[in-house]
Each structure stands twice: as structure tokens, then as C-alpha cells.
């Protein structure tokens, strides 16, 4: 088992920046990918970025592309989102997440093992 805990959520302007980070424990010697979801009220679960753990090779939906950065520390088995230029758009709660095995796909929930718990993050205008 992965447990994943997140920080770093909050209340910005638009405009403005955060960083979101998520520490991973347990078996993370499984760890092949992490990534970022977020999910606004009454709307699906969306990818918004993820990164292979041994490679380092990142993936971005188009929406947050030269906005937000993700980025890994292997030896602190945490994973950050940057977060840039922020809309109200991007208001939502984000999850973090975490696969420990082999798959083509890094775009879907289903893609994914273990989530964290949320962390809310409001961008006002």
C-alpha cells in the first residue's frame, strides 16, 4: 500500500500562484508514476498533470500547459504542482495520485492506484 498526503492548498487572486505538494509512504519502491486530478463541483475527476517516477518524463492536459509544472523529489518521495498565472477556472479540489505498476495511459483516473485526500483551491477574480 501507498499512503499519499497533500499540502499546500489555499485562497489566491487570479493571477497569482501556489504550490501543491504530496508526500508519499509506504510501499514506494512501487511507485511508476504520480500525478495531479482536480475535480470542481458537480463535474467529472480531470487530469491535469503527471510525471514517471524513474524517467521523469512529464505530461500536461492543454489547459494548464505553460502554467503549471510538476516536479518530483525521489528521495523525499513527494511530488509538487507549481502553479501559475492562476484562473478561476482552475478552482477545484486537487488530487493527488499514484500508480505502482506499468500502464500506457497516465490521462484517466482509472489509471491510478492510490489518491489522496483532496486539497481545496479556490482562485478568485
Known amino acids: 500500500q501507498v499512503q499519499l498526503v497533500e499540502s499546500g492548498g489555499g485562497l489566491v487572486q487570479a493571477g497569482g500562484s501556489l504550490r501543491l505538494s504530496c508526500a508519499a509512504s509506504?510501499?514506494?519502491?512501487?511507485?511508476?508514476?504520480m500525478a495531479w486530478f482536480r475535480q470542481a463541483p458537480g463535474k467529472e475527476r480531470d487530469f491535469v498533470a503527471a510525471?514517471?517516477?524513474?524517467?521523469?518524463?512529464?505530461y500536461y492536459a492543454d489547459s494548464v500547459k505553460g502554467r503549471f509544472t510538476i516536479s518530483r523529489d525521489n528521495a523525499k518521495n513527494t511530488v509538487y504542482l507549481q502553479m501559475n498565472s492562476l484562473k478561476p477556472e482552475d478552482t477545484a479540489v486537487y488530487y493527488c495520485a499514484a500508480r505502482g505498476g506499468y500502464s500506457v495511459s497516465y490521462y484517466y483516473p482509472h489509471d491510478y492506484d492510490y489518491w489522496g485526500q483532496g486539497s481545496q483551491v479556490t482562485v478568485s477574480s
Open positions: 510525471i514517471s517516477w524513474s524517467t521523469g518524463n512529464t
Open positions: 509506504g510501499r514506494t519502491f512501487r511507485l511508476y508514476a
